[in-house]
C-alpha cells in the first residue's frame, strides 16, 4: 500500500467519500420520502453514482499497484446500468397496477 | 500518507454503506406497500455489494470482488422475481 504515490491515495479517498455520501442520500431518501413514486427515485443514485466511484477508484488502485491495467471492476458497474432499469419497470409497473386495482390513488 | 489516507477513506465509505443499509433495513421493516419492501431489500443488496467492493480495495484481495459480483447478480434475479410475482401473480407465465 506504501507504493501509492500520494495524488493516487488522495483520489481514491476522494473517490470513495464521494461514493459513500452519494449512496448514503439515496439511501436517506428512500426512508424519508413520503410516497412510493418519489421513493422510487431516491436508491437509482447509490447503484449507478456509487458504484461508479467505487469502481473507478478500485481501477485507479488496482492499475498502479500492479502496473497494468485492471478493469474487471467495471463489470458489476455494467451489470447495475443494464439490470436496474428492469426492476424499476416491473416494480413501477406493479404498483401502478395494484393501486388501480385497489381503487385510490397514490 | 498515503495509507493514512486510504484507510479513513475506506473507513468513512463503510461508514456511510452501513448506515444506508441500516435505512434500508428500516424502509423494509416498515414499508406500507410490497413494493417498498421490494426496493428495499434491492438497495440493501446494492449497499451491501458496495461494501464488499469497499473491503477488498481495503485488504487488497481478490475474492472480495467475485462475492460482490455474486450478490449483484442474486439481488437482480431477487428483485425481478419478486417484482415480477407482484406484477402478475406468477413468476414464469405459462
Known amino acids: ?5 500520494i495524488w493516487a491515495a488522495l483520489l481514491v479517498s476522494a473517490l470513495l467519500i464521494v461514493a459513500g455520501l452519494v449512496t448514503l442520500v439515496g439511501s436517506l431518501g428512500l426512508l424519508r420520502l413520503r410516497t412510493f413514486r418519489e421513493r422510487m427515485h431516491a436508491p437509482t443514485m447509490g447503484m449507478t453514482l456509487g458504484a461508479f466511484c467505487v469502481a473507478l477508484s478500485a481501477t485507479i488502485m488496482a492499475s498502479l499497484l500492479q502496473h497494468r491495467p485492471i478493469f474487471h471492476e467495471w463489470l458489476i458497474s455494467l451489470f447495475l ?4 432499469p428492469v426492476t424499476a419497470i416491473l416494480l413501477m409497473q406493479s404498483a ?3 393501486r388501480s386495482r385497489s381503487g385510490k390513488d397514490s | 500518507m498515503s495509507a493514512f489516507l486510504l484507510y479513513w477513506g ?15 433495513a428500516i424502509r423494509l421493516m416498515r414499508g ?3 413494493e417498498d419492501r421490494i426496493l ?4 440493501m443488496y446494492i449497499n451491501s455489494m458496495l461494501i464488499l467492493l469497499v473491503l477488498g480495495l481495503r485488504f487488497e484481495a481478490g475474492l472480495y470482488f467475485d462475492v460482490a459480483l455474486l450478490i ?6 431477487g ?3 419478486l417484482a415480477k410475482f407482484l406484477l402478475r401473480g406468477e413468476v414464469i407465465e405459462p
Open chain 1, 1 to 5: 500500500m506504501n507504493a501509492l504515490p
Open chain 1, 96 to 98: 401502478r397496477q395494484r
Open chain 1, 81 to 84: 446500468i443494464l439490470t436496474s
Open chain 2, 10 to 24: 475506506a473507513a468513512f465509505a463503510l461508514l456511510c454503506f452501513t448506515l444506508g443499509l441500516a435505512c434500508a
Open chain 2, 40 to 43: 428495499a431489500l434491492d438497495t
Open chain 2, 72 to 77: 449483484a447478480l442474486f439481488g437482480f434475479v
Open chain 2, 79 to 81: 428483485s425481478a422475481a
Open chain 2, 32 to 34: 406500507p406497500s410490497a
